[in-house]
Nanobody, 115 residues
Framework: QVQIVESGGGLVQPGGSLRLSCAAS????????MEWYRQAPGKQRELVAT???????NYADSVKGRFTISRDNAKNTVYLQMTSLKPEDTAVYSC?????????WGRGTQVTVSS
């Protein structure tokens, strides 16, 4: 069964850190490009970070220098390390696997940055 499950979200104070995980099953994980998206209430979904099957990375300007995406192909897992969190980072963060015409989404995990 093809499945993507995110974890690691929660409530954190401004300036804090969180690490999100995205575990994939039922796919040949290593050949997929993996992405983290986020969507805040009333806003469009935003691409936050990408890591290709070759481990090349790319980030939205809003998170550059604060977020780091990485992958562990042995564990079929991609991570998003988030530091120096701001209230505007509050959103549902979703993981996305892409290869050619195949698109697989997780259900998301809530991140709330608030004092």
């Amino acid at each position: 069964q093809v499945q993507i499950v995110e974890s690691g979200g929660g409530l954190v104070q401004p300036g804090g850190s969180l690490r999100l995980s995205c575990a994939a099953s039922g796919i040949q994980f290593s050949i997929y490009d993996m992405e983290w998206y986020r969507q805040a209430p009333g806003k469009q979904r935003e691409l936050v970070a990408t890591i290709t099957s070759y481990s090349n990375t790319n980030y939205a300007d809003s998170v550059k220098g604060r977020f780091t995406i990485s992958r562990d192909n042995a564990k079929n897992t991609v991570y998003l390390q988030m530091t120096s969190l701001k209230p505007e980072d509050t959103a549902v963060y979703s993981c996305h696997a892409a290869r050619l015409s195949t698109r697989i989404w997780g259900r998301g995990t809530q991140v709330t940055v608030s004092s």
